[in-house]
């Protein structure tokens, strides 16, 4: 008796769960099925959790004031640009927009800054084709990636650029100026608005398809280019509508050809470089807004969108056009995907002419 009674581990009922177990294995990993099921209905809480603040913040925004920052000085064409969308923004946003004027190295010092600032929405740049395709390509050591350090928000405009020189000068278009600065070798200097600006770069573009031999001068700006071209320092600018298209209409300086592939509304007398044989030499610039890197998908969105109506009203687009630039808005996927094809072009002809900065 004493016996039986040690072998109580042995009792019916325990026979009988073994024998479950043994019939049912998977039941005795149902608790880590439950633990499982647990973290994963906690994860998708917390992704829901987050999608819903995301969602409620961008319907929030802004609670304050938005700073945009432009890389030039006053009264130039990228501050044109910005001060032509900031108030349709502002009523589309019901928020206030600050321009923040960081002029220097090309735009670069702007778009660095950008870099350096939280995605929140609250730091945007107007960006455009210097500091976002050519100046870091001209850095050994480039300060940041203009493809993979950036939120694309929407494209603003693409404009041509508008070869110009003198009114007294012999040439009546590109292809007579290129015939002429042939004979001569050694004497043509192409004016532009600093190092590393798309001004430069298509002065150099232009070296490379006509075989010319142009020496860069370099201004701070294109105002003093424009003036020292007038005054016979220089003998040709590759620049903006929204610069030269006043001087031009005005008759201080005479277009000898548009760089697009359709001639500008402005200028409807004057060829496109391609009319001219020198399709090698068509480029166009852009602008648009920007935002550091990681903002959220919504809020980028709602930007989009409120940039592409207010470029939809007709006075906006009447305000680009007597600029010498076309409302071409782009979302965020197409605006980032024009960019990076620029930054391909450019950053090409920049290894094939050895040009360096430092």
Not at 5 to 16: D, K, M, W
Request: glycine share 10%.
């Amino acid at each position: 008796m004493s016996h039986a009674s040690g072998s109580s581990n042995c009792t019916p009922t325990t026979i009988r769960v073994a024998e479950a177990q043994a019939l049912h294995p998977t039941n005795q990993f149902q608790p880590q099925k439950e633990r499982h099921t647990m973290r994963l209905t906690k994860t998708l809480t917390t992704l829901a959790l987050a999608a819903a603040a995301s969602v409620s913040f961008a319907q929030s925004y802004p609670s304050k004031p938005i700073r945009m920052i432009v890389g030039y000085p006053p009264g130039g064409g990228i501050d044109f640009a910005a001060r032509t969308v900031q108030l349709p923004l502002q009523e589309a946003l019901k928020g206030t927009i600050v321009i923040d004027y960081k002029p220097g190295a090309s735009g670069m010092i702007a778009a660095t800054e950008l870099t350096r600032q939280a995605p929140d929405g609250y730091t945007l740049l107007l960006a455009n084709t210097g500091p976002f395709a050519i100046a870091p390509y001209l850095q050994s050591k480039p300060p940041y990636d203009p493809v993979k350090q950036f939120t694309y928000i929407g494209q603003i405009s693409q404009g041509s650029y508008i070869a110009v020189t003198r009114p007294d000068h012999p040439a009546r278009n590109l292809k007579e100026f290129v015939a002429w600065a042939k004979g001569q070798p050694g004497k043509v200097n192409y004016a532009s608005g600093g190092n590393g600006t798309s001004t430069h770069l298509n002065g150099e573009l232009m070296n490379q398809v006509t075989g010319l031999d142009m020496t860069h001068v370099p201004y701070k700006g294109s105002a003093p280019a424009v003036q020292d071209l007038l005054g016979g320092q220089t003998q040709i600018l590759i620049d903006a509508g929204s610069v030269l298209l006043p001087q031009v209409k005005g008759g201080k300086l005479k277009a000898l050809a548009v760089t697009g592939p359709k001639r500008d509304p402005q200028l409807p007398d004057v060829p496109t470089v391609g009319e001219l044989g020198l399709g090698g030499m068509e480029a166009v610039g852009f602008q648009g807004l920007v935002g550091p890197l990681g903002m959220p998908r919504d809020l980028v969105d709602r930007l989009s969108t409120e940039l592409t109506k207010a470029l939809t009203q007709p006075d906006i687009k009447a305000k680009f056009a007597t600029a010498g630039a076309e409302v071409h808005p782009l979302g965020p996927a197409e605006f980032a995907a024009f960019v990076k094809a620029d930054n391909e072009k450019w950053s090409k002809l920049i290894r094939e002419r050895k040009l360096q900065l430092d």
